[in-house]
């Protein structure tokens, strides 16, 4: 795991990040105070960008946080203008840079950093799909090593899962995201073996019921904080939902709620029509996997909202597409009688439409997901290098075939057209081969890994 941490002397992007000396007992030490906000913000794209993260950042700054982790800060202006706003009282941050255009992830902290890592997703989304541009961000996990008094060392987790397909994804975008959910798992369950304290927040782009979040949940034995205080993981049945209102405060709901100005005019999907929106956001928590004797407190969830609601003073937007999500949580002296839930699977309530009782059932539902986009990825991968030898033949043929042409006025279309079948074809060339070699490999790592973790598990159980 070290060789995936910056030490913060390299890692800190600003000098006031570098302090490394344990933060001094106080009576604030005894509660931690965390907000995950999407800012969704986007340059040239995302609408009131500027007014809306200036705000965010005044927000941040008049409030009491003790971690805040936000997603969609793609614009280093937009990080620099919050981190000097929320300073005297959270002097600790980094901004993640990943990709062509950056992670977009940041966290910030009342308690020292030490160190920090960043793992870029293995999958997110096609080279082609330039609208959806998940493939050309870096969509990562990012995590900060803090110092906190009591707790000893904390690892912060902030993601951004892959979006494609929302609640009806095909085939290969459902392995996309469940790629995404193990490698996330995977750096979660590190942190708590080497006996750290974990705080996961981030945009899942997942309601709770879903394959990749019950994975999540499953294989890391993260508790989610709103379920452990509202006391259900998955929404009711539609006639339990009365109001937007109603869905926010009593649900959740973080995303696509008739709520936020930003939602007029979107069409939804059906779970988001059924349930007034989605909850996508989340802050998660669990313990170390071992308990040391220097081990004495232990972190408890004592309640969590849904954030960030109203408008923006002054205006009639909202701060974001999307709601943020806090939670406060008590240092509370361990119970060492207390069961070990960092390996107590969590399961859903029935009559989801995928409720696993067992990680063996969570890891075939993975596997065979796999296995399919795997097959899928190949023909694609096929179809796409036939397509690119055809043109080249076209493009062959057409120059051949100019020769002849008498008109030279129909020279400039010749060539125009050429460059097309020139553009094209290379487009192909290379979602083909490097897009489908990437996408083929990264699965069937991933399927060799998951089919081990099978395999360890039977043994386990029998």
């Given at each position: 795991?070290?060789?995936?941490?910056?030490?913060?002397?390299?890692?800190?992007?600003?000098?006031?990040?570098?302090?490394?000396?344990?933060?001094?007992?106080?009576?604030?030490?005894?509660?931690?105070?965390?907000?995950?906000?999407?800012?969704?913000?986007?340059?040239?794209?995302?609408?009131?960008?500027?007014?809306?993260?200036?705000?965010?950042?005044?927000?941040?700054?008049?409030?009491?946080?003790?971690?805040?982790?936000?997603?969609?800060?793609?614009?280093?202006?937009?990080?620099?203008?919050?981190?000097?706003?929320?300073?005297?009282?959270?002097?600790?941050?980094?901004?993640?840079?990943?990709?062509?255009?950056?992670?977009?992830?940041?966290?910030?902290?009342?308690?020292?950093?030490?160190?920090?890592?960043?793992?870029?997703?293995?999958?997110?989304?096609?080279?082609?799909?330039?609208?959806?541009?998940?493939?050309?961000?870096?969509?990562?996990?990012?995590?900060?090593?803090?110092?906190?008094?009591?707790?000893?060392?904390?690892?912060?987790?902030?993601?951004?899962?892959?979006?494609?397909?929302?609640?009806?994804?095909?085939?290969?975008?459902?392995?996309?995201?469940?790629?995404?959910?193990?490698?996330?798992?995977?750096?979660?369950?590190?942190?708590?073996?080497?006996?750290?304290?974990?705080?996961?927040?981030?945009?899942?782009?997942?309601?709770?019921?879903?394959?990749?979040?019950?994975?999540?949940?499953?294989?890391?034995?993260?508790?989610?904080?709103?379920?452990?205080?509202?006391?259900?993981?998955?929404?009711?049945?539609?006639?339990?939902?009365?109001?937007?209102?109603?869905?926010?405060?009593?649900?959740?709901?973080?995303?696509d709620s008739p709520l936020n100005?930003?939602?007029?005019?979107?069409?939804?999907?059906?779970?988001?029509?059924?349930?007034?929106?989605?909850?996508?956001?989340?802050?998660?928590?669990?313990?170390?996997?071992?308990?040391?004797?220097?081990?004495?407190?232990?972190?408890?969830?004592?309640?969590?909202?849904?954030?960030?609601?109203?408008?923006?003073?002054?205006?009639?937007?909202?701060?974001?597409?999307?709601?943020?999500?806090?939670?406060?949580?008590?240092?509370?002296?361990?119970?060492?009688?207390?069961?070990?839930?960092?390996?107590?699977?969590?399961?859903?309530?029935?009559?989801?439409?995928?409720?696993?009782?067992?990680?063996?059932?969570?890891?075939?539902?993975?596997?065979?997901?796999m296995g399919a986009a795997y097959?899928?990825?190949?023909?694609?991968?096929?179809?796409?290098?036939?397509?690119?030898?055809?043109?080249?033949?076209?493009?062959?043929?057409?120059?051949?075939?100019?020769?002849?042409?008498?008109?030279?006025?129909?020279?400039?279309?010749?060539?125009?057209?050429?460059?097309?079948?020139?553009?094209?074809?290379?487009?192909?060339?290379?979602?083909?081969?490097?897009?489908?070699?990437?996408?083929?490999?990264?699965?069937?790592?991933?399927?060799?890994?998951?089919?081990?973790?099978?395999?360890?598990?039977?043994?386990?159980?029998?």
């Open positions: 795991m070290s060789e995936h941490h910056i030490e913060l002397s390299q890692a800190q992007d600003r000098p006031n990040s570098t302090t490394t000396e344990p933060s001094k007992m106080n009576d604030q030490d005894t509660e931690i105070r965390v907000l995950t906000l999407n800012c969704w913000g986007l340059k040239f794209v995302s609408k009131d960008r500027v007014v809306r993260t200036r705000a965010i950042g005044d927000e941040i700054a008049a409030s009491n946080y003790d971690i805040v982790g936000l997603q969609e800060l793609w614009v280093q202006a937009d990080y620099d203008y919050i981190k000097s706003k929320v300073a005297h009282k959270l002097p600790h941050s980094k901004y993640f840079l990943s990709g062509a255009l950056g992670a977009g992830l940041a966290i910030f902290s009342r308690f020292p950093i030490r160190s920090t890592s960043l793992h870029p997703y293995s999958l997110c989304g096609s080279p082609l799909d330039v609208a959806g541009g998940d493939w050309f961000v870096g969509k990562a996990v990012v995590s900060a090593i803090i110092d906190h008094p009591l707790l000893g060392e904390v690892e912060i987790f902030n993601t951004h899962l892959f979006a494609k397909g929302g609640e009806s994804p095909t085939k290969p975008q459902m392995a996309h995201r469940l790629v995404g959910a193990y490698e996330f798992t995977r750096r979660v369950n590190i942190a708590a073996s080497l006996g750290r304290h974990v705080l996961a927040v981030g945009d899942f782009n997942c309601v709770s019921k879903s394959p990749a979040m019950q994975f999540i949940y499953t294989m890391t034995g993260l508790s989610d904080a709103w379920g452990s205080t509202h006391g259900s993981f998955v929404l009711p049945q539609a006639d339990g939902v009365h109001s937007p209102h109603h869905a926010v405060n009593d649900r959740g709901v973080t995303a100005t930003y939602s007029k005019g979107k069409v939804f999907d059906e779970h988001a029509r059924k349930y007034l929106g989605k909850r996508l956001d989340y802050v998660l928590f669990r313990p170390p996997s071992s308990k040391p004797p220097q081990y004495t407190h232990e972190l408890r969830c004592r309640e969590s909202s849904v954030a960030f609601t109203h408008q923006v003073p002054g205006t009639q937007v909202s701060f974001s597409d999307h709601f943020g999500v806090t939670a406060t949580f008590e240092c509370a002296p361990v119970r060492r009688n207390s069961p070990q839930n960092g390996h107590r699977p969590i399961t859903p309530p029935r009559g989801t439409s995928y409720s696993p009782t067992t990680r063996a059932e969570v890891l075939e539902y993975a596997i065979s997901t097959s899928f990825a190949r023909q694609d991968s096929h179809k796409k290098l036939m397509w690119f030898a055809g043109l080249v033949v076209l493009l062959v043929a057409l120059i051949i075939g100019s020769a002849w042409v008498p008109e030279s006025g129909v020279n400039p279309a010749l060539v125009f057209v050429g460059a097309v079948i020139t553009w094209g074809g290379t487009t192909l060339l290379y979602a083909g081969f490097l897009g489908g070699g990437w996408e083929t490999r990264a699965l069937m790592r991933t399927l060799e890994e998951l089919e081990l973790l099978l395999q360890a598990e039977e043994r386990r159980v029998y």
